[in-house]
């Protein structure tokens, strides 16, 4: 009786690993499939490349082109012409640079902030305002442009960065990842080790929850800046043509000649597109190590 219980659990863990081993090795058919999804997931910023580096004829042509021209940097160098485009693009750069990364320094700063309120801390109606924070994730964006917009109006913030920046600094979004994210991966017997070290609210949050957080604070830090610096609708309402983000210059480049230059069009969009590849491989790292560390725990 003995050996058979024993023999049992042997068979257990033996198909246990065949299972495993089963869903570590590849097989050819997944390589074809991820590099299928790859060569589509490209093919956007492949074909704005391409078109970006011949003059305008080249969309119209047949069998398309598709192979890079010689016409890159002469394209870009009419889009940097504002005597050409008569849009600043240069200066949509730096706007869309400045509005993207401060709003993505205070969501991330905020929501973690909120986030170890509504984990760690006990104060009166936790749960209730918790609750309304996630209700406002059911209203849709469009229902407060008005509101909002007259607000910026009585402000004296229209066709000013800060109409931009102000309404996206902290997100419930981002309130709700951060408080889900501390609220199990930070114990609390790591913040009342700080508590008896004699450190304070504000010293826990500094010491303690920034470090541990740092790697869903690089998550929600790249959608952040991704969200923000596609952002369209509301720089298009309360900015103007004169002090634009990168979205809304290249809308205005479409609509300035009766015939859309789309080699100029597709030019903007591809230099648009380069910062969000440089912030995503400067936090990639950061992610999958979040993603590895959740795996981890769990």
């Known amino acids: 009786m003995v050996a058979h219980s024993e023999a049992v659990p042997r068979r257990r863990r033996r198909s246990h690993r065949a299972v495993a081993r089963r869903f570590d090795s590849a097989g050819p058919f997944t390589y074809v499939f991820l590099i299928l999804v790859v060569m589509v997931s490209l093919f956007p910023l492949y074909w704005s490349l391409v078109v970006a580096s011949h003059d305008n004829a080249a969309v119209y042509a047949y069998p398309p082109k598709l192979l890079p021209g010689p016409n890159l940097f002469h394209n870009i160098h009419r889009l940097f012409n504002s005597g050409i485009v008569s849009v600043d693009f240069a200066k949509a750069l730096v706007n869309s640079a400045i509005v993207s990364s401060v709003v993505t320094v205070t969501v991330v700063f905020f929501s973690a902030l909120a986030g170890f309120a509504f984990a760690k801390l006990d104060f009166r109606g ?10 406002t994730l059911l209203v849709p964006v469009q229902l407060g442009l008005i509101p909002l917009y007259i607000e910026m109006i009585h402000f ?3 066709n000013s960065l800060k109409a931009v920046i102000a309404p996206n600094l902290v ?5 709700f990842l951060m408080r889900q994210y501390i609220a199990g ?9 700080a508590r008896v070290d004699g450190c304070n609210s504000w ?11 740092r790697p869903m604070a690089a998550v929600l830090g790249l959608l952040t800046f991704m969200n923000t610096w596609n952002d369209f ?7 103007n043509a004169r002090n634009p983000t990168v979205q809304v210059a290249v809308a205005d480049i479409a609509t300035v000649a009766y015939t859309p230059d789309y080699s100029l069009i597709l030019t903007g969009c591809f230099i648009s597109i380069l910062p969000l590849l440089v912030v995503f491989l400067l936090l990639g790292r950061q992610i999958v190590g979040g993603i590895m560390q959740g795996a981890v725990k769990g």
């Open 171 to 175: 997100t419930a979004f981002g309130v």
């Open 203 to 213: 010293r826990v949050f500094w010491h303690v929850i920034l470090p541990a957080v």
């Open 185 to 193: 991966g930070v114990p609390n017997e790591l913040i009342a080790a």
């Open 126 to 135: 936790r749960k209730l305002l918790f609750v309304l924070v996630l209700a």
């Open 156 to 158: 004296g913030w229209l």
């Open 233 to 239: 609708l509301w720089p298009l309402i309360v900015l």
